[in-house]
C-alpha cells in the first residue's frame, strides 16, 4: 500500500510540475501564433470596397479595382504568401455570399456550358494587386452574379517568409486555413 501511495505521489508532483507551456501542444495554429513573436509582421489590410474599371482580355470581360500595395515586394512574392479574401459576393441565384472567401474562386452557373463562367481572381505584382472579376464577353449576360459588385468587399494579407517560417507553415499550407484560424495564427482578434 506504501509503494502505491509514493507512485501516485510521485505521479502527481511530476503533473503538477509540468506548466501549460511544457505540454507539446499538437494544433499547429495554436503553435503558429506563438511563433509568429519578433518576425516581420504580415500586413493585413482592412474589409476594402473595389472601385471597378473595365477591359478587354481576349474572350473575357474582366473588370478590375488596381490597388498600390508598398509592402509588397518581389521578396514576398517570390518566397512569401499573398491571400485575398472576399465577402459579400453575388451569387448565381442572386443571393448575397457574406462568409469570406479565398481567391481565386469560379462561379459556374447552372445549367450554362462551362465557358461560360466567372472568376474572381487577384494578380500580385511589386507594390502592386489587381482584384479581377472576368467572365466570358461573348456569352456575357448581365446579372447580379455577373457584374462586380459594388457590394463584395476584399481584405488582403501579405506574409513575409520570416513570418511563414515561425508559423511553421508554407507558401502551400497557409493557404489551407480557414479564414479565422489565418487570424488566429496572425494574432488578430475580431
Not at 137 to 156: D, I
Not at 174 to 186: D, E, H, I, S
Amino acid at each position: 500500500m506504501k509503494l502505491w501511495n509514493f507512485t501516485a505521489l510521485l505521479a502527481l508532483l511530476a503533473l503538477a510540475a509540468c506548466s501549460k507551456e511544457d505540454i507539446s501542444d499538437t494544433d499547429p495554429v495554436a503553435v503558429a501564433s506563438i511563433r509568429t513573436q519578433d518576425v516581420p509582421p504580415a500586413v493585413v489590410s482592412g474589409w476594402e470596397r473595389a472601385v471597378w474599371s473595365v477591359k478587354d482580355s481576349a474572350e473575357y470581360r474582366v473588370s478590375f479595382d488596381r490597388r498600390q500595395v508598398g509592402a509588397l515586394t518581389a521578396d514576398i512574392l517570390e518566397s512569401g504568401a499573398v491571400l485575398v479574401w472576399i465577402r459579400n459576393v453575388p451569387s448565381v441565384n442572386g443571393e448575397v455570399i457574406s462568409k469570406p472567401l479565398l481567391m481565386p474562386f469560379h462561379v459556374l452557373p447552372e445549367g450554362v456550358h462551362p465557358a461560360y463562367d466567372e472568376k474572381w481572381y487577384f494578380t500580385p505584382q511589386p507594390a502592386l494587386l489587381d482584384i479581377e472579376f472576368r467572365t466570358n464577353k461573348y456569352l456575357y449576360v448581365p446579372s447580379a452574379a455577373t457584374v462586380a459588385s459594388s457590394q463584395a468587399e476584399f481584405r488582403y494579407f501579405i506574409i513575409p517568409p520570416e513570418t511563414l517560417d515561425r508559423m511553421g507553415l508554407n507558401r502551400i499550407t497557409v493557404l489551407q486555413l480557414p479564414y479565422q484560424r489565418l487570424l488566429y495564427a496572425l494574432g488578430i482578434n475580431e
